[in-house]
């Protein structure tokens, strides 16, 4: 069974930073691209950053590089998004997901986790 577990949401102030972590089990794939999302409350799911198997660099939405980092720790199949100076429009539900497609930012996504809830008050 593929499990995306995420954790290290909270509420923080505006400024602040949270670290995400994104624990995958049951996952085997060659050729994958594992990405974060957000989806706030009447916005739509966006993608926030991606990493691809076939690709050496890191997507970034516009409106988080250079305050985001993702990361990964292929030991433990983890992934982690580093969240710097946070902004209130950052509040979101993240989760992280996967397709089986290594293209980011990704096409679509066969796996995802529950999300973890993002909240930064201003």
């Known amino acids: 069974e593929v499990q995306f577990v995420e954790s290290g949401g909270g509420l923080v102030q505006a400024g602040g930073s949270l670290r995400l972590s994104c624990a995958a089990s049951?996952?085997?794939?060659?050729?994958?691209?594992i990405g974060w999302f957000r989806q706030a409350p009447g916005n739509e799911r966006e993608v926030v950053s991606c990493l691809s198997s076939s690709d050496t660099t890191t997507f970034y939405a516009d409106s988080v590089k250079g305050r985001f980092t993702m990361s990964s720790d292929n030991a433990k199949n983890t992934v982690y998004l580093q969240m710097n100076s946070l902004k209130s429009e950052d509040t979101a539900l993240y989760f992280c997901?996967?397709?089986?497609?290594?293209?980011?930012?990704?096409?679509?996504?066969?796996?995802w986790g529950r999300g973890t809830q993002v909240t930064v008050s201003s």
């Open positions: 997901a996967v397709d089986h497609r290594p293209v980011c930012p990704p096409l679509g996504y066969d796996y």
């Open positions: 049951g996952f085997t794939l060659d050729d994958y691209a």
